[in-house]
């Protein structure tokens, strides 16, 4: 029987890696696109492959690091990995990332439209969660390098009870990352009972805004809920779990061995690394791929994480405390 807690293991959404054919390709858009910054770059080794359990030399041989400048949380991890193919609109497992936009997300987006490799799809516009005591953005969507799937949004107005995130950048950082799954009961299961994981958000559609985002049929149902890990307010990102039939969802197998092209593994920070772990690998919904190991390299210096696959084949990274 899986150990249940009764508060979040995690903490703080702290990094989505994406593997792209070619990270300088992707590594331009974030730099000079979005205006982010280098946080550190090096050589991929032995060790980190063992960690996140893919077979040696498969994400290329170099990484880095990027975030929204000055930021702690929220970043990208650029390695090398095929390209996403894609045979429906709703990638398997992580399907993307969702970035803070602070301020003139419309002219981010002329801009970003500029860029070769980036891939509109879909001029801004407005989406209102407000019935579920959430508020109304301001988003555009696109494809960039991998096949990854990136939302940009800013906050219209404001949700009932909580504040929407923040960032002092136009661009600030990661705070929600989609989880598409037709396995929706066990996926929730899995985050709000096995990592404690805070629900901030549930909501059911049969129609409307996000039906004609992925041209889902008028009836179909589809949920969509938002985890969050131990800390106040809603900054330091979510999991949202898009529940969905499963003919839905690209079918596109999961590989243990191999990193998913695009979007292919997130990384939360825990305070309590062990406890986490000890519930991960008690819980036969998840795979542990690795036991908590103390990593040299950046951006970890010496801190302890340990990888799993979770119920809908998704990889997730556990770290002790936040990169700087």
């Not at 059911?204 to 589809?222: A, C, K, N, R, S």
Request: with cysteine.
């Amino acid at each position: 029987m899986p150990i249940l807690v009764n508060k979040p293991l995690v903490r703080a959404l702290e990094c989505m890696t994406i593997s792209c054919p070619v990270i300088d390709d992707l590594l331009h858009i974030f730099l000079n696109g979005l205006g982010w910054e280098i946080l550190c770059e090096g050589p991929l080794d032995s060790v980190m492959e063992e960690l996140w359990g893919v077979k040696g030399g498969s994400a290329g041989k170099r990484f880095c690091v990027v975030r929204s400048p000055g930021a702690n949380r929220g970043m990208v991890r650029l390695v090398s990995g095929p390209e996403r193919q894609r045979t429906r609109n709703k990638a398997a497992r992580w399907a993307g990332a969702e970035i803070l936009v602070s301020r003139d997300i419309d002219e981010l987006y002329e801009r970003l439209k500029s860029f070769p490799k980036f891939c509109s799809m879909g001029e801004p516009a407005n989406i209102d969660f407000s019935e579920f005591s959430s508020n109304v953005h301001r988003y555009f969507h696109g494809l960039v390098p991998g096949g990854t799937h990136l939302t940009l949004t800013m906050a219209v107005t404001q949700p009932d009870g909580r504040e929407f995130p923040h960032s002092k950048n136009p661009v600030g950082h990661i705070f929600e990352v989609p989880l598409s799954s037709g396995q929706y009961t066990s996926t929730n299961h899995f985050y709000c009972e096995t990592l404690g994981m805070e629900t901030i958000l549930n909501s059911y559609f049969e129609e409307g805004p996000l039906h004609d985002m992925w041209d889902i049929p008028t009836g179909t149902p589809y949920n969509l809920d938002i985890h969050k890990g131990n800390s106040e307010g809603t900054g330091l990102g979510g999991i949202e779990v898009h529940g969905c039939a499963a003919g839905l969802i690209d079918p596109e197998p999961a590989s243990l061995a191999y990193f998913d092209g695009g979007a292919c593994m997130v990384t939360y920070t825990s305070a309590a690394v062990e406890a986490a772990y000890k519930v991960v690998a008690e819980n036969s919904a998840a795979m542990v791929l690795s036991a908590p190991v103390e990593i040299m390299a950046p951006p970890y210096n010496g801190m302890r994480a340990f990888t799993f696959v979770g119920p809908s084949g998704e990889r997730m990274e556990v770290c002790e405390a936040m990169w700087s």
